[in-house]
């Protein structure tokens, strides 16, 4: 393959003339890196493209700025035969090139620094890093041993010889760095520990947050504490696994959101939106209700989302294209009223205080980020109190129900802080429902209107 001048042209299209990454981009064949990987056939299912049985397709996607699917579930493209077809989601990839300059940016490598690329995948970004500062400063981790070690001898192969690692980085980060890049999303609170732990002081760190797109920067204090921002950019990448694949999807209460009448019923304001793929909507979500699970589904004109949560919340919305939506809800939350919370303040102000915040990360992994009066605490354990409640009798459930509606009108109507609401509603819920109150892995928003 005459892939020269195809490298080429991805440096131009990536990155400036002038940019330090524009060699680099320009010098790695990044089709050895991707001779195998996963493409979407009409149907949403995956397909296996193999680079060697069609090499014009291969060179096109490997010089396109496109991301590649290299693994679906537990099956990489490398150990595919044709005709198998994966189910699940997307386990690693080879990152388009322009977010992997831009993450690298982000990251401020420098000369002589010891860095760390966290999420090795195709070994893009490793190749990068060693072509320009040399591989001797530059280790590549992954939970994935097959990865790290098909990446070492692909880079093997183009000369460069960076120290590749197989660890979970949520558990154990070996060795000290003075500039970590993740291009996988980080969870915050314990799962961020080792990674700071990880961070020389004075290092620089540049990941995402699992599950948002918030590219979060800063350096690391005497302290321990990272200092730093939200940038005004925007990534979206895997949620780092910890064995083979994810953890099963909360199937049960999917399969409960699908049909269930729920607690509530109602008409949303906003119509129905694939929250996965609106970005900001998701991140905002995130932050002020971790953990929560999506799904979206269009048939012909008609439109459903469905919200998830290991706290037994669920919420359902469906519509016709833009009508308001018909929505249903159960559990203790209610969780398609969380967001509608959140698109009124998209509205009112045009944007949600995320992009450009403040951060400080403390060494457990909170999170704590700033803009103006909205403060939020992102990756504490809030412990509920646990104990087991006697029967309820009618008249007291009746009682919860109308706390219910109560505390819906304060949020909608007054302003409530959302934590509050949420903290209330938890409560009022479990005395209605026969359940004890449960154990939040939660973020405060102690200022969100």
């Known amino acids: 393959m005459d892939w020269d001048k195809r ?40 397909v296996l493209r193999d680079g060697a049985s069609d090499p014009e397709t291969w060179a096109d996607a490997a010089y396109a700025d496109r991301s590649l699917v290299t693994r679906v579930g537990g099956l990489h493209a490398d150990h595919a ?80 010889h960076p120290r590749f690692v197989t660890a979970d980085a949520t558990e ?47 350096w690391k204090h005497l302290g321990g504490d990272v200092v730093g921002r939200v940038e005004r950019d925007t990534a979206g990448f895997m949620l780092t696994r910890s064995g083979d694949d994810y953890p099963p999807a909360l199937a049960e209460l999917f399969a409960l959101a699908e049909s269930a009448e729920g607690d509530e019923r109602g008409t949303g304001r906003y119509p129905v939106v694939d929250v996965a793929n609106a970005w900001e909507l998701r991140s905002m979500l995130e932050v002020t209700t971790p953990g929560v699970e999506l799904r979206y589904q269009v048939s012909g004109r008609t439109r459903t989302a469905y919200l998830v949560h290991a706290d037994g919340s669920w919420a359902r919305a469906v519509a016709e294209w833009t009508d308001p939506p018909e929505v249903h809800q159960g559990g203790p939350r209610r969780l398609w009223t969380v967001l509608e919370r ?67 009108h304060a949020a909608e109507r007054c302003g409530m802080c959302l934590t509050t609401y949420a903290a209330c509603r938890v409560t009022v819920c479990a005395l209605s429902l026969h359940r004890r109150p449960v154990a939040l892995t939660a973020s405060t928003a102690a200022n969100y209107p």
Not at 173 to 184: C, F, Q
């Open 7 to 46: 490298a080429e042209g991805l440096a131009d299209q990536v990155t400036q003339p002038d940019s330090r990454w524009f060699a680099p981009v320009a010098c790695v064949p990044r089709h050895q890196l991707v001779p195998r990987w996963w493409d979407r056939d009409g149907s949403g299912g995956w």
């Open 81 to 160: 035969k044709t005709g198998d077809r994966p189910e699940g989601l997307p386990t690693s990839s080879a990152t388009l090139p322009s977010l992997v300059v831009r993450m690298l940016g982000h990251g401020r490598l420098g000369d002589g620094l010891a860095f760390l690329d966290l999420g090795t995948g195709a070994g893009g970004l490793t190749a990068y890093a060693s072509h320009r500062f040399g591989a001797e400063n530059v280790t590549s981790l992954d939970v994935d041993a097959y990865l790290t070690g098909v990446a070492g001898e692909r880079l093997a192969g183009m000369g460069h």
């Open 172 to 218: 154990h980060v070996p060795g000290s760095y003075d500039r970590i890049v993740s291009t996988v999303g980080l969870p915050a609170g314990p799962g961020l520990r080792p990674v700071l732990a990880a961070l020389e002081p004075g290092g620089r760190i540049a990941t995402t947050l699992g599950r948002t797109s918030l590219i979060i920067t800063g």
């Open 342 to 408: 959140i698109r009124n303040r998209l509205n009112a102000e045009g944007a949600l205080p995320l992009l450009g915040a403040d951060v400080r990360i403390t060494p457990d992994g909170v999170c704590h980020l700033s803009r103006g009066e909205v403060e939020c605490v992102h990756g504490r354990a809030v412990a509920a109190a646990r104990r087991t409640l006697p029967p309820v009798p009618p008249f007291v459930r009746r009682a919860c129900q109308a706390s219910i509606a109560i505390l819906d």
